[in-house]
């Protein structure tokens, strides 16, 4: 069964399989920060992904920073400057892995 959000990814240039990797990474990448495992390798493919979502926003939507009369890539932004953050500080004290 392909979930709702899926299909919604698949309208924007996405296919079906490549909008479940990026799902499956981004949840890996959020689940392994928040609980320490693999910080840096974590913090270091949502950056990628965050990387890919402000390209599509800005080269092949046009959004603004803060968008107009839509979301823009301000939030995008701030998860990969968080992500920097983790990913130079080795994840922090507080890490498993």
Same mark, same amino acid.
């Given at each position: 069964m392909i979930f709702p959000s899926l299909l919604?990814?698949?309208d924007i240039g996405v296919?079906?399989?490549a909008a479940r990797t990026l799902g499956i990474g981004e949840m890996a990448g959020g689940a392994g920060v928040?609980? #320490?495992v693999l910080t840096q390798l974590a913090a270091l493919g +949502?950056? +990628?992904v965050m990387l890919g979502a402000i390209q599509k926003k800005v @080269? /092949?939507?046009h959004? #603004?920073?803060w968008g107009e009369g839509t979301y823009g890539w301000h939030y995008d932004l +701030? @998860? /990969?400057a968080?992500? +920097?953050v983790i990913l130079t500080t080795n994840g922090g004290r507080f890490v498993l892995l």
């Open positions: 919604a990814l698949a296919s079906p399989a928040a609980f #320490g +949502l950056i +990628l @080269f /092949v939507w959004t #603004g920073f +701030l @998860f /990969v968080m992500n +920097l």
